[in-house]
């Protein structure tokens, strides 16, 4: 009966570490498959009526990219978007250069991107003064940093001039111009 007791508790003891063994096994390649889906290339945007998401969105798509809205603290409203009035928002924030609107977001997990490609609507022929928000929230030395925008006409005007400074060790590339670009176009564009 003693002998018989003591094969039980090594059986058990064996199929306790077994199962140890198993759960470790898992959690290792469960770790080994997160870190495979985690993305290196990131598209940050801001929309303020729609535009621009959508390009953004495509984009994404195109590049297998992570997405991430980059959403004003306090919304922008129909007037204050309104460009004909001298003292909407928007017209106040494109005159001080120095305009920095509160972000309400942040992106988790910067570092591990080497990439980000950067959306915006033009304003006054640059980018809105949110993105020099977003650029001076984080660290982007030595990544490639891709400005894309959307325009209802005109192209990128003077957007680096502006925004280069924000992250001076950026290694920036031209801007895009993704108005109206189907996926498949984004698709060449970007290859």
């Given at each position: 009966?003693?002998?018989?007791?003591?094969?039980?508790?090594?059986?058990?003891?064996?199929?306790?570490?077994?199962?140890?063994?198993?759960?470790?096994?898992?959690?290792?390649?469960?770790?080994?498959?997160?870190?495979?889906?985690?993305?290196?290339?990131?598209?940050?945007y801001f929309s303020a009526t729609g535009t621009t998401k959508a390009a953004?969105?495509?984009?994404?798509?195109?590049?297998?990219?992570?997405?991430?809205?980059?959403?004003?603290?306090?919304?922008?409203?129909?007037?204050?978007?309104?460009?004909?009035?001298?003292?909407?928002?928007?017209?106040?924030?494109?005159?001080?250069?120095?305009?920095?609107?509160?972000?309400?977001?942040?992106?988790?997990?910067?570092?591990?991107?080497?990439?980000?490609?950067?959306?915006?609507?033009?304003?006054?022929?640059?980018?809105?003064?949110?993105?020099?928000?977003?650029?001076?929230?984080?660290?982007?030395?030595?990544?490639?940093?891709?400005?894309?925008?959307?325009?209802?006409?005109?192209?990128a005007g003077e957007t680096m001039k502006y925004l280069t400074p924000s992250?001076?060790?950026?290694?920036?590339?031209?801007?895009?111009?993704?108005?109206?670009?189907?996926?498949?176009?984004?698709?060449?564009?970007?290859?």
């Amino acid at each position: 009966m003693k002998r018989l007791t003591t094969i039980l508790s090594v059986a058990v003891a064996i199929a306790l570490c077994a199962c140890a063994g198993n759960k470790s096994q898992q959690d290792s390649q469960q770790s080994n498959t997160e870190n495979m889906e985690k993305k290196t290339t990131l598209v940050a945007y801001f929309s303020a009526t729609g535009t621009t998401k959508a390009a953004a969105e495509k984009l994404a798509q195109a590049v297998d990219a992570d997405l991430h809205e980059i959403q004003p603290e306090q919304p922008y409203t129909d007037a204050d978007l309104d460009w004909h009035n001298q003292q909407s928002r928007s017209s106040v924030e494109m005159k001080d250069k120095s305009s920095r609107p509160a972000i309400k977001n942040k992106v988790e997990n910067m570092d591990q991107y080497t990439t980000v490609y950067i959306g915006y609507p033009i304003w006054w022929y640059i980018a809105p003064t949110i993105i020099n928000t977003f650029v001076e929230q984080y660290n982007l030395e030595g990544k490639t940093v891709i400005p894309f925008f959307t325009s209802g006409g005109s192209g990128a005007g003077e957007t680096m001039k502006y925004l280069t400074p924000s992250a001076p060790k950026a290694n920036w590339k031209e801007p895009i111009n993704l108005t109206g670009k189907s996926k498949g176009e984004i698709e060449k564009l970007v290859k």
